[in-house]
């Protein structure tokens, strides 16, 4: 997991938390907003462990909101384990690294946001493109989805 940061056309920068599964690429959650502090972070894992199932572990940078006693509290009474990467080697994390920089590409410098609505929405439509349809050279050309599916029958 990690986040990517951009402005709307108003110059208020927004983030966005990404995060993909590293067995099969399958962007799990993409959450925008103004600011992403610890108790935030934690809000939205929440809601992703709702929705999704709750991993167990998670493979992050040393940012502030992931090295914060609040998450990483959070972390341990949930039962799940924090692989962080060394400081200044994002090839630990490549996989999340090379979906910034496609989500950067496809969506935050091809549009300018008015609002987080916006971004949003179209991050949703962009998301689920990448999962159901993009193929991927390390899945043998298939979308994440597919691959998922083609390993669990």
Request: net charge negative.
């Amino acid at each position: 997991m990690d986040f990517v940061t951009d402005v709307l056309q108003s110059n208020r920068k927004f983030r966005v938390l990404n995060i993909i599964d590293d067995s099969d690429r399958v962007a799990v959650a993409q959450k925008a907003a103004h600011s992403i502090p610890a108790s935030r972070l934690i809000r939205f894992m929440e809601e992703i462990i709702w929705e999704k199932g709750k991993p167990n572990n998670i493979r992050c940078d040393n940012g502030p909101e992931f090295i914060s006693h609040e998450f990483q509290e959070w972390c341990e009474g949930n039962g799940i384990k924090i692989l962080y990467t060394q400081p200044g080697r994002p090839t630990q994390n490549s996989y999340i690294e090379r979906f910034n920089g496609s989500y950067r590409r496809a969506v935050l410098d091809a549009y300018i946001f008015r609002t987080l609505d916006d971004v949003r929405e179209v991050t949703e439509k962009w998301m689920d493109y990448y999962n159901n349809e993009r193929p991927h050279d390390a899945l043998n050309n298939l979308a994440p989805m597919e691959y998922r599916l083609a390993r669990t029958g």
